[in-house]
């Protein structure tokens, strides 16, 4: 089946730092990835996403790549405010039979931003 | 544009009681909407999907004749909480997909609801 793996949390960086958040996955067929963010007490927002390998999704300085060879998403951003902060999810969909499709989440990681 | 939105954002209810929470798809057409939910500092968990005018599917796990959904129109799904106890407590977030010109595949997600089951 779907999985998604992202490393554990909580990051906790100085502002301006450089950030990383690994994401790998295991999926049959040729699944699009996603990295979502969730700021405290809120919905789920679309931050990037890439639809077939090589694809770089970018938003507001982050940037992931779709790495089909490794199986990877890492989420990254040159330097990180302090609004930053929230947790990260990355997802993976397949679809539907019928139509729509499915999201897999990651466990989630949070990232604190610190002055 | 693509706006899903949540009614209550908050409620409080009594143990045995029955809860509705309201997701609408505000400017498109959602086609299928999802129920999650999301326990304190972990993911989402898919509770089910549920097409316009026909019977949700629900994942594995989840009981259907506690949590009722109903997605009766092309811009609103109801989740109905039936006989909550505190155990229901959680952060139930929705999501839609549609047409219209963007992405059919592409999920919407609403702001969440947060019950509190005393």
């Known amino acids: 089946g779907n999985s998604v793996t992202q490393m554990e949390g909580p990051v906790t960086l100085s502002e301006e730092a450089f950030l990383t958040i690994n994401c790998t996955y295991t999926?049959?067929?040729?699944?699009?990835l996603f990295w979502y963010v969730q700021y405290p007490g809120e919905g789920l927002q679309l931050l990037l996403k890439a639809t077939k390998a090589d694809d770089k999704g970018s938003n507001k300085g982050f940037e992931a790549t779709y790495r089909k060879e490794t199986t990877s998403f890492h989420l990254e951003k040159g330097s990180v405010q302090v609004s930053d902060s929230a947790v990260y999810f990355c997802a993976l969909s397949h679809i539907l039979t019928g139509g729509g499709n499915k999201l897999t989440f990651g466990t989630g990681t949070q990232l604190k931003v610190e002055l | 544009g693509a706006v899903v939105s949540q009614h209550p954002s908050w409620v409080i209810c009594k143990s045995g009681t029955s809860v509705k929470i309201e997701c609408r798809s505000l400017?498109?057409?959602?086609?299928?909407m999802f129920w999650y939910r999301q326990f304190p500092k972990q993911s989402l968990m898919l509770m089910a999907t549920?097409?316009?005018?026909?019977?949700?599917?629900?994942e594995q796990g989840v009981e259907k004749d506690k949590f009722l959904i109903n997605h009766a129109s092309l811009t609103l799904s109801t989740l109905t909480v039936t006989s909550a106890h505190p155990e229901d407590s959680s952060f139930y977030i929705c999501?839609?997909?549609?047409?219209?010109?963007?992405?059919?595949?592409?999920?919407?997600f609403g702001p969440g609801t947060r019950l509190t089951v005393t």
């Open positions: 400017d498109f057409q959602a086609t299928t």
């Open positions: 549920s097409n316009e005018g026909s019977k949700a599917t629900y």
């Open positions: 999926a049959t067929g040729y699944p699009s």
């Open positions: 999501s839609a997909t549609g047409t219209s010109g963007r992405s059919s595949y592409e999920q919407y």
